[in-house]
């Protein structure tokens, strides 16, 4: 599933309209703060420094003109088709910087659940996709947002 587009990959993680995988969806990552999909909380948790990642990721998102949602701008379903339409260095940075990060902590919460292998599917892709992206060395702040 590696060649699945990042748009299709986003889709898997939308919130699903059949009434039997809501609750699953809801009970994984709406209730579960360990795996939510908005990227910034696992990094910055509520401190102030997420409060400018997600304006700098809603300036993105209208630069690329993508759709807000319902969702938070920092949350992965609108990461994915961003990261799409960013030109390689800028969509490098963001990966290696945050989003890789953010899923390893969401993939190791998400043991045994139907939705790990969607996340493991994801960051294989962005791997692949943007192997030589930097990944920052843990600062304390990422420790300290991590969830239990």
């Known amino acids: ?9 986003a889709r898997l993680l939308r919130y699903p309209d059949d009434p039997a995988r809501q609750e699953l969806y809801v009970q994984t ?34 630069r690329h003109r993508i759709d807000e949602s319902t969702e938070l701008p920092d949350h992965l379903t609108l990461l994915l088709p961003l990261i799409a339409s960013m030109d390689g260095d800028e969509a490098a940075q963001l990966v290696g910087e945050f989003v890789l990060p953010a899923l390893a902590k969401v993939k190791g919460a998400l043991s045994g659940s139907p ?3 969607v996340i493991a599917t994801i960051e294989e892709k962005l791997c692949t996709d943007f192997g030589q992206a930097r990944r920052p060395t843990p600062l304390p702040i990422f420790q300290e947002a991590a969830c239990e």
């Open 1 to 9: 599933m590696n060649t699945a587009s990042y748009a299709e990959l």
């Open 29 to 62: 990552f709406e209730f579960n703060p360990a795996c939510t999909l908005e990227i910034g909380w696992h990094l910055f948790g509520e401190n102030y420094e997420r409060g400018e990642f997600l304006v700098r990721m809603r300036e993105q998102l209208r």
């Open 115 to 117: 939705y790990e292998s």
